[in-house]
Nanobody, 123 residues
Framework: VQLQACGGGLVQTGGSLRLSCAAS????????VGWFRQAPGKEREFVAA????????AYADSVKGRFTISGDSAKNTVYLQMNSLKPEDTAVYYC?????????????????WGQGTLVTVSS
């Protein structure tokens, strides 16, 4: 499966953005899909994930209540709605997919990755 992420940009603190991750090659509903982010000088970290087949959704504590992951199987696309953005949310955001739900949400559990989209939150 090939992934294409988009929707990043520059936004002020408190603003919103919606990221999209479109899949081609295979039905997204067959995969667990995750969003990760990497800030300059930091390691890549888990943000959110959803598993259609297992009916599960998970969020990092740092984004709970502010970010929402959702999917449209007809469009083969997963979204990350980001509200109440903070400067510490600034990072390159990546979507990733794997055939199985990765319970520990480690990036090592994902086989397919998109190219990343930059989100910058100004203070």
């Amino acid at each position: 499966v090939q992934l294409q992420a988009c929707g990043g940009g520059l936004v002020q603190t408190g603003g919103s953005l919606r990221l999209s991750c479109a899949a081609s090659g295979r039905a997204f509903s067959s995969y667990a899909v995750g969003w990760f982010r990497q800030a300059p000088g930091k390691e890549r970290e888990f943000v959110a994930a959803m598993g259609w087949r297992v009916g599960r959704i998970a969020y990092a504590d740092s984004v709970k209540g502010r970010f929402t992951i959702s999917g449209d199987s007809a469009k083969n696309t997963v979204y990350l709605q980001m509200n109440s953005l903070k400067p510490e949310d600034t990072a390159v955001y990546y979507c990733a997919a794997n055939r199985q739900w990765a319970a520990d949400h480690s990036s090592m559990g994902y086989d397919y990755w998109g190219q990343g989209t930059l989100v910058t939150v100004s203070s």
